[in-house]
Structure formats: C-alpha cells, structure tokens
C-alpha cells in the first residue's frame, strides 16, 4: 500500500503589517514587545518578523500565526486570514469584500 501524498501545510496571511506593529506596542498584558522577542517566544528568526512588519512576507505556517497571535494576545482572524482558495497566500490585498461588490 503506498503511502498517501503530503498535504500543504496549512498557511495564514498577514491581513496588515501596520496593525501587527500596533498590536506589538501594546500587548493584551498592556506591555509592548520588540520584534526579535516575539521571534524569540514564537521560535522563529527575528528577520521572519522584520519581514512580516515590512510586508516582505505576507503568509506563514498556521502554528506560526496562533503563536504570534497568542503571544501578543489577540484573536487569530485579527490579523490573519486562513490561505486558500477564497484567499490566495500572496495576493490577499487585491481581495474586495462581498459586500462592496456591485451586481
């Protein structure tokens, strides 16, 4: 029997870089966080975030995302978006809302 194919890992999409560097100056704790300590609790290099902030990166892995979000204390679909089919992992800025959709 072979074994079945890999799947993707699972990515998320930075919905916005200004508002991950807002939430950073003011954690859900009230205290703010540098860059290269989120990637250190997180566990990622501190140029990842760097990237991130600047809008070099737009996606990471799902685990990647909760644990940015745990750490500074938000709400995962704050600053994520679940990439897909419904959102590409590169393109997330070019996406309009349903509602402002014209018929």
């Known amino acids: 029997m072979a074994p079945e194919p890999l799947q993707p890992e699972p990515r998320h999409v930075l919905l916005d870089p200004d508002l ?6 003011r954690t859900g704790t009230g205290h703010s ?6 990637a250190r609790r997180v566990g990622v290099p501190h140029g990842t975030i760097d990237a991130l902030l600047n ?11 909760h644990s940015i979000c745990r ?7 704050i600053l994520w ?3 897909g089919r419904a959102v590409p992992t590169e ?10 959709v014209a018929a």
């Open 20 to 25: 991950l560097r807002r939430l950073m100056e």
């Open 33 to 38: 966080i540098s860059g290269r300590e989120l």
């Open 55 to 65: 809008g070099n990166i737009k996606s990471q892995p799902a685990d990647v995302a």
């Open 71 to 77: 750490t500074i204390g938000v709400d995962l679909l």
């Open 81 to 83: 978006a679940p990439a």
């Open 91 to 100: 393109d997330v800025g070019d996406i309009t809302p349903r509602s402002t």
